[in-house]
């Protein structure tokens, strides 16, 4: 014969299914907590990355014309490079000192940054960026504008490279015929590039003169 349960059987039967429920309960809490977390995070990951890939995409620069600049003493080496550029449509501030270009030539990759090279210290002094083996140059091309800073759509600044200085083989810059791809980099991780390719002949008329590349 079966024996009955008695009040305290039943007691310990429900203390234990309580037991179980709160500890369901805190598991799912616990778990409910470990996913808003995640979706948080991954939401600050998405929203950052995707600020990023803006930015990248519409800060950018245009380049407007590419000349070179033939030796006065030796027709056929360009020794100096002038790239205008612009900022795209739709683009913020671009800050050109942060800037870094890299130059793939006949003689290997060069690699250059900007320097400001003004001595003076006055707030009203403007930076001074010249061209050398290490280092690009920057010049305002219209009024009012900031060298190493184009904030307008009408914004022109030379971007300048030292192509004989940083020629460490032969010191001549590109010869005729001669090509060098140019990557211009911008703190966004955007890019500009562009190919300089010198004209097969020149002539004695282009010495010390500006041609298209």
């Given at each position: 014969?079966?024996?009955?349960?008695?009040?305290?059987?039943r007691g310990q039967v429900g203390i234990g299914t309580l037991i179980v429920f709160i500890a369901m309960v805190l598991?799912?809490?616990?778990a409910a907590g470990v996913l808003i977390n995640t979706a948080g995070f991954l939401q600050t990951q998405a929203e950052a990355t995707g600020e990023q890939s803006t930015e990248q995409v519409s800060n950018n620069l245009e380049i407007v014309s590419t000349t070179g600049v033939v030796n006065q003493s030796d027709v056929g080496p360009i020794n100096e490079t002038r790239m205008v550029v612009q900022m795209s449509p739709g683009a913020d501030d671009i800050d050109l000192s942060e800037m870094t270009i890299q130059v793939i030539g006949p003689d290997g990759a060069t690699d250059l940054i900007a320097e400001d090279n003004?001595?003076?210290?006055?707030?009203?002094?403007?930076a001074n960026y010249t061209a050398d083996a290490d280092h690009f140059g920057l010049t305002e091309i219209t009024d009012d504008t900031v060298p190493d800073v184009l904030q307008?759509?009408?914004?022109?600044?030379?971007?300048?490279i030292d192509l004989a200085a940083i020629d460490a083989a032969s010191g001549n810059g590109l010869d005729e015929g001669e090509s060098a791809d140019v990557t211009l980099t911008l703190q966004s991780g955007s890019q500009?590039?562009?190919?300089?390719?010198?004209?097969?002949?020149?002539?004695?008329?282009?010495?010390g003169n500006d041609v298209r590349l």
């Open positions: 014969m079966l024996a009955q349960n008695t009040a305290d059987d598991v799912a809490a616990i003004d001595s003076t210290t006055n707030d009203n002094s403007v307008e759509r009408s914004d022109r600044v030379a971007v300048e500009s590039v562009t190919v300089l390719s010198v004209p097969d002949s020149l002539n004695g008329e282009d010495a």
